[in-house]
Structure formats: C-alpha cells, structure tokens
C-alpha cells in the first residue's frame, strides 16, 4: 500500500521517531532516489515551502518534507493549509508534534484528511510495559530494580529509555543487567541542554526556568555568564524593537540568524528596556560578589532567575536599594530586585 503523502505524528516523542522512521523506509522502497529535507516550524519559511511542494525537482523523482516541532509554529492555519493543497507527484510532508489541541487547526486539518496518526503519552505502568517491549526489541534484559532505575533516570520519557537501551545493546555485558551496569553506562550524554532554561529565562517563567534550571549539569559559573550574555541580546532586541527596526535589520544587528532574532524579539516583548536594565544591574553585583567570594555561583543564578521573573521587574520594574555595612558587603543580606532578601552563602 503505497504511503499518504500528508502526515501528522502526534504524541509520544518514541513513537512518533519510530513511526517518521518506518514511513521513510517505505517512502525509499517505493523511491529510492528520494530526497528527505527537515526543518523545525519555528523556523520555516511556509511560502517557500509552499512553493516547493508544487513544485517537481529536475533533480530526483521523489522528496519528503518533514516538519518537526509543528505545535511551536507561528502560523498554524498557515500550516494546516498544507493538507488541503495539491502536492506535486511523489513529494511526502510529515508532521511531528508533541502536543496539540483538537481546536488546533493542523490537528483538525490533519483529522479531515484522515491523516492523523496519534501515541497518546506513556505513564505508569503503559509506560513500564511499553520500556519493557523495548528492552526485549534490543535483546536485553535487566534486573528489576535495574529496569526501574533506567525508567526513572530518563525522566519517564520514552525515547530516552530506548537511546539508553540501544547504548545497553553495545556496551552492556552478556545476560541479565544489573543496576550498577546501568548506572555505569547510562545517562553519560543526557545531561539537558541549556536553550530551553534561557529561553524560559528570557520569558521570565519562573515555574519553567527553575525546572530547566534544575535538570541542568553544568558548570553553575558557566550558566550564570551564559544567562548574563542572553539576557543583554534580550534588551538588545528590546530597544530594536523600541526603535521600530524589521526582523531582517534586527536579525544583521544581532549578528543572528533569522529565526534566533525572531525568537529574541519574541521575548522581549514582555520586558521594557528599563526591566532588562535593572535585571542585568543586578546580575553584575552578583558577578562581582561570586569574584569576591561573597556567594556561591549557585546560589547567584538562583537568585538571578527570581530577579529577572519577578513581576515587579516587567513591565514597570521597581528595584529595591541595596545596602552593604561595608565595601567588602561581608555579613550584610542581600536584596534583590523583588524586595526579599536572600541569604548570602560563607566565603
């Protein structure tokens, strides 16, 4: 049976990578000069892409286009568009997507067309068994507490056990697993990457930010410098935006791609410029106290995260003095930006 040419895999990110995977297979083995072309939605320029599933390639037969992070588009009628539009011959659009809701119109769209394919996420024991099929497809076997500890380590997301037991099949010795194999061998590249915390940062999502924050392994003076540089580009898209200056001119004044200058400018629409001033004021005190010993950089981007998703800081910032005893600050509390003081740790 010949594959749809449109398709939305929604849901569990395991599955849905299975289910991409399988339908490229069968794409190749009825094109096998097809071409595959990738791009994240948040990123995507949809009258290009638009022209280019009308269009036939002078160079292979077949195409397939797959569009990852679909729930993060900006223009999800724009999208959804793209199911009812005729596409040249052998040309494949897949979507992916995490999560959408049914008032969504790609979903609703995708739904019409009958070409929504829908893994609703694993939890509890759907989510054991599931890991236990996994495990079995690798030809692995694991101890209990060693299979619970693997489920538990990968944040009970499906497609980091199967990374993990695919690192098992390699590494792993012959029979049954225990828990000290696993904790030997898994989770040594899962460490979570640092974007998502700065964009929470850059949104001031307290909730977000701190979750990010926390699944974090690296280096804290590190983070703290890295949160620092964001938060400068972040008022610097706010007073291009102030200025009235167009994506494409914001984007050369960065010196940022295109869909990073939007995603700036994005977050800087719940700031003022004397918000992010007062933000990154107060995060140069506490750069100069974590050089002075006078607080731990862990507890410096703790507090650094409070300041800059306190409401009192956006729209209309109001900062609390600071006061120091004396021009070390040694014993004195700190206050930031909300009003609280926070307790400074022992040099």
Do not use: N
Request: one cysteine or more; a negative charge.
């Amino acid at each position: 049976m010949p594959e749809p040419q449109r398709v939305l895999l929604l849901g569990d990110a395991c599955l849905c990578e299975r289910a991409l995977a399988a339908r490229s297979l069968a794409i190749c083995e009825e094109h096998r000069d097809a071409e595959r072309h990738t791009a994240f939605s948040d990123e995507l320029d949809l009258e290009s892409l638009r022209i280019e599933l009308r269009s036939q390639s002078l160079f292979v037969q077949s195409r397939h286009f797959v569009i990852r992070h679909a729930q993060a588009a900006r223009d999800q009628k724009g999208l959804a568009s793209l199911f009812r539009e005729d596409l040249a011959p052998a040309t494949y659009l897949t979507f992916l997507a995490s999560e959408l809701k049914e008032s969504s119109p790609l979903a609703k769209a995708a739904k019409e067309m009958d070409a929504l394919v829908s893994f609703p996420l694993s939890k509890g024991k759907a989510l054991e068994g599931a890991a236990s099929e996994l495990l079995t497809e690798q030809g692995l076997s694991l101890a209990p507490a060693a299979r619970r500890r693997l489920v538990k380590e990968s944040g009970e997301d499906l497609l980091a056990i199967f990374q993990e037991a695919v690192k098992l099949r390699h590494f792993a010795p012959e029979g049954t697993i225990g828990e000290d194999v696993v904790e030997r061998l898994c989770f040594t590249a899962g460490e979570s990457s640092i974007y998502p915390f700065l964009d929470a940062l850059g949104k001031g999502q307290l909730q977000t930010g701190a979750g990010h924050l926390s699944q974090l392994r690296d280096d804290p003076t590190r983070t703290f410098g890295s949160c620092v540089r964001h938060l400068a580009r972040v008022l610097s898209a706010r007073l291009l935006a102030d200025e009235g200056i167009s994506l494409e001119g914001g984007a050369a004044a960065l010196g940022a791609p295109a869909w990073l200058a939007r995603r700036l400018l994005d977050q800087a629409k719940s700031w003022t410029a004397e918000g992010l001033t007062l933000v990154l004021d107060q995060a140069i005190e506490l750069d100069r106290d974590i050089k002075a010993g006078h607080i731990r950089p862990a507890d410096a981007l703790l507090e650094l995260v409070l300041c800059a998703s306190s409401p009192e800081t956006r729209p209309a910032p109001v900062c609390a003095a600071r006061s120091r005893s004396s021009p070390e600050g040694a014993g004195t509390a700190r206050t930031h930006r909300t009003g609280s003081p926070s307790r400074r740790s022992q040099g």
